[in-house]
């Protein structure tokens, strides 16, 4: 008769070493996923009163929502069980470039004009991202 530290179902392997796990992008997505919910929320109340502009407000709240989930798609990509250091820079770097452009240019649309370009090679380095998840 079995006794109550005898397992239920019997493991299949026990010398099976855990998936390789990526503690960095995990930090990174956690850090981008508070900090995306502290900028949209300061987008949808403390924004309005120094922007009166809807089109850069809606900007703003673009940024937000794509760095939360991509900060979602870094926390993926950080436990898949192959590791995928790709997909976790090209999110990364998405992030930076494509919000990061964002907010800077609804703050100062004139001092930051030079960042224009680096909105759209944000996007494409978050799809390169779902496609380098996809194909790992």
């Known amino acids: 008769m079995a006794d109550e530290s005898t ?3 019997p493991s299949t392997s026990s010398t099976a ?7 960095l ?4 997505a956690c850090l981008y996923g508070a900090s995306a919910v502290g900028l949209g929320a300061f987008g949808a109340h403390g924004l309005k009163s120094i922007i009166d502009n ?5 900007n703003w709240g673009t940024a937000a929502h794509y760095q939360l989930v991509h900060s979602v798609a870094l926390l993926v990509a950080s436990q898949a069980p192959t590791p995928n250091p790709v997909a976790g820079w090209l999110f990364t770097s998405g992030m930076t470039l494509f919000s990061g452009s964002l907010y800077l240019l609804v703050l100062d649309p004139k001092n930051f004009r030079f960042l224009g370009p680096a909105t759209p090679l944000g996007g494409a380095c978050l799809i390169g991202g779902w496609v380098a998840l996809a194909l790992k």
């Open 54 to 58: 809807p089109a850069r407000l809606a």
């Open 25 to 28: 992008f995990w930090k990174l």
């Open 7 to 9: 397992p239920l179902v």
């Open 17 to 23: 070493a855990p998936p390789q796990r990526n503690p």
